[in-house]
Nanobody, 117 residues
Framework: QVQLVESGGGLVQPGGSLRLSCAAS????????MGWYRQAPGKERELVAA???????NYADPVKGRFTISRDNAKNTVYLQMNSLKPEDTDVYYC???????????WGQGTQVTVSS
């Protein structure tokens, strides 16, 4: 089992910034993917950004140029730096962990990001 603990969400004005953190613990395998997803009410959970343990990164088009994903492998922690936030970024953000070669996904508890004036 893998446990994911998220932090860093909150309320920010349009154009502002937030940094989300997600720390993984438990049965951590060396080769894995950690990422961030967001989910609006009544909609499917969608990818925001993902990064492998080797440093390969994938961003969703709406956040390219504004968000930056990074990780600290020694701490098993992934970060999402969110700049130039827009009201449409308002959502619950979920951390995800998956071992490469396996189909089981682990999810964080979710952290609320609200962008409003």
């Amino acid at each position: 089992q893998v446990q994911l603990v998220e932090s860093g969400g909150g309320l920010v004005q349009p154009g502002g910034s937030l940094r989300l953190s997600c720390a993984a613990s438990g049965s951590i395998f060396s080769t894995n993917v950690m990422g961030w997803y967001r989910q609006a009410p009544g909609k499917e959970r969608e990818l925001v950004a993902a990064i492998t343990s080797g440093g390969t990164i994938n961003y969703a088009d709406p956040v390219k140029g504004r968000f930056t994903i990074s990780r600290d492998n020694a701490k098993n922690t992934v970060y999402l730096q969110m700049n130039s936030l827009k009201p449409e970024d308002t959502d619950v953000y979920y951390c995800n962990f998956r071992v490469l070669g396996f189909r089981t996904n682990y999810w964080g508890q979710g952290t609320q990001v609200t962008v409003s004036s």
